[in-house]
């Protein structure tokens, strides 16, 4: 069946812009995470969605970061006013009610 | 909290050659351990996982161990291909949470 998918797949944009990067999980999983990876560097985490409970946004690095989940599906991450430091690659990835995480392919980002 | 911690962070091979790639957790709540195979530009690829109620898991080439005492574990690799040179990472979390990576293994499996 059908994997993760991101969109856009890069974006490079301006310091200051805001940008948004979307996530559709495989369809049925309930949880949803979003990490980041710098360049040649691990994953680093930034917030998890599981049902309708309270997202755990303890990996957020600022409060420029945000990301929401509506109807329990589709994810948007959104970068307000970006900054060089927030260049990387944007992972997402979902899981069913079990431990699996399953990884889309990513946007990668760079601010200018 | 967790903290993950991952060796060699380079490793090269002959093709045919086995690898060994090991990584270190801090948490003894920690119950379950997954590998990810990254290739270039693209996302990571779950290839192997365990939890901590097991030693041990096989797939073909590829075997995990865990020693929960130790609070080690380790990817075995058996007769490596070329196709096998990636970014790989382990992760460690308890339960349904966020997983925390180690900071990867590039292998290298050389013809």
């Known amino acids: 069946g059908a994997g993760v998918s991101q969109s856009p797949s890069n974006k490079v944009t301006e310091k200051g812009k805001d940008v948004e990067l979307r996530c559709d999980p495989i369809s049925g999983h309930t949880a949803l995470y979003w990490y980041r990876q710098s360049l040649g560097q691990g994953l680093e985490f930034l917030i998890y969605?599981?049902?309708?409970?309270?997202?755990?946004k303890s990996g957020l690095p600022s409060d420029r970061f945000s990301a929401e989940r509506t109807g329990g599906s589709v994810s948007t991450l959104t970068i307000q006013r970006t900054q060089q430091e927030d260049s990387a690659v944007y992972l997402c990835a979902s899981s069913p009610s079990r431990a699996e995480q399953f990884f889309g392919p990513g946007t990668r980002l760079t601010v200018l | 909290g967790e903290n993950v911690e991952q060796h060699p962070s380079t490793l090269s091979v002959q093709e045919g050659d086995s690898a060994v790639i090991k990584c270190t957790y801090s948490?003894?709540?920690?119950?379950?351990f997954p590998w990810y195979k990254q290739e270039l530009g693209k996302g990571p690829q779950l290839i192997i996982d365990i939890r901590s109620n097991v030693g041990e898991k096989k797939d073909q080439r590829i075997a995990v161990t865990l020693n929960k005492t130790a609070k080690h574990f380790s990817l075995h690799i058996t007769e490596t291909q070329p196709e096998d040179s990636a970014v790989y990472f382990c992760?460690?979390?308890?339960?349904?949470?966020?997983?925390?990576f180690g900071t990867g293994t590039r292998l290298l499996v050389s013809p």
């Open positions: 969605f599981q049902g309708n409970s309270a997202p755990d």
């Open positions: 992760a460690a979390t308890s339960g349904f949470q966020k997983l925390v």
């Open positions: 948490d003894s709540a920690s119950n379950y």
